[in-house]
């Protein structure tokens, strides 16, 4: 079975720096995707971005990227120029892909509580 | 505009009750999840569907029951609500590889 670990429970930045969120996973399978999502303090779980394993080009989505070593097992979060507004706990996320008989379940990790300060 | 709900989004009330907590998408998703959310913010995937009078069972054990009898309703069914099932229940649908979160219902069992 996969497993994800997120080895930060804490993180925090000042407003306007750089921040990176650390993300492992373990699994056998050579195709598979993984996912950032977001859920602020009002709960609604937000996709942040996501990272097909077979591209080897990393994700970016605006002021968030990924660096994505498939060897390493590992997908950090970049966000860059933080705000205030990104405060969250973010999870990172693995899901197999259709070919390796995936039932379409995502694999959490515990988690990563940032903070921004002003 | 597509999205995906969650009725009712608060929810306290007495042991012994039965409730139902909805979700509903607009997106045409096949794939529909219910995640418990524990108070350390763990997920726990309870119950999934691929499709209409599809339903299976997720990692986590639940006292809880699911239907899909349409592609846009999944309701979640608590036939004797306890203390033990306090917790957030989150929704999600996916149609491709993606999955889309509801608001959430933070259910509260006295």
């Known amino acids: 079975a996969q497993t994800v670990t997120q080895s930060q429970p804490e993180m925090s930045v000042q407003e306007a720096e750089t921040v990176t969120l650390s993300c492992t996973y373990d699994?056998?399978?050579?195709?598979?995707?993984l996912f950032w999502y977001k859920q602020p303090p009002s709960r609604q779980m937000i996709l942040v971005i996501r990272?097909?394993?077979?591209?080897?080009q990393n994700a970016t989505e605006n002021r968030f990227s990924v660096n994505f070593q498939k060897a390493a097992k590992s997908f950090s979060l970049k966000i860059s120029d933080s705000q205030l507004g990104d405060a969250a706990m973010y999870f990172c996320?693995?899901?197999?892909?259709?070919?390796?008989?995936?039932?379409?379940?995502?694999?959490f990790g515990k988690g990563t509580l940032l903070t921004v300060n002003p | 505009e597509a999205d995906i709900y969650q009725t009712p989004r608060y929810l306290v009330i007495g042991t012994g009750k039965k409730i139902t907590l909805e979700c509903s998408q607009t997106?045409?998703?096949?794939?529909m999840y219910w995640y418990q959310q524990d108070p350390g913010m763990e997920l726990h995937l309870i119950h999934y569907?691929?499709?209409?009078?599809?339903?299976e069972k997720g990692d986590l054990s639940s006292e809880s029951t699911v239907s899909r009898i349409r592609t846009e309703h999944f309701p979640l069914t608590l036939e004797s609500a306890r203390p033990s099932h306090t917790s957030q229940y989150l929704c999600?649908?996916?149609?491709?590889?993606?999955?889309?979160f509801g608001p959430g219902t933070r259910l509260t069992v006295l």
């Open positions: 999600a649908s996916g149609g491709g590889d993606t999955q889309y």
């Open positions: 699994t056998s399978e050579s195709d598979y995707y």
């Open positions: 990272q097909e394993a077979y591209k080897q």
């Open positions: 996320a693995y899901r197999s892909s259709p070919g390796w008989g995936s039932n379409y379940k995502l694999t």
């Open positions: 997106m045409g998703h096949d794939k």
């Open positions: 569907s691929y499709g209409v009078n599809s339903t």
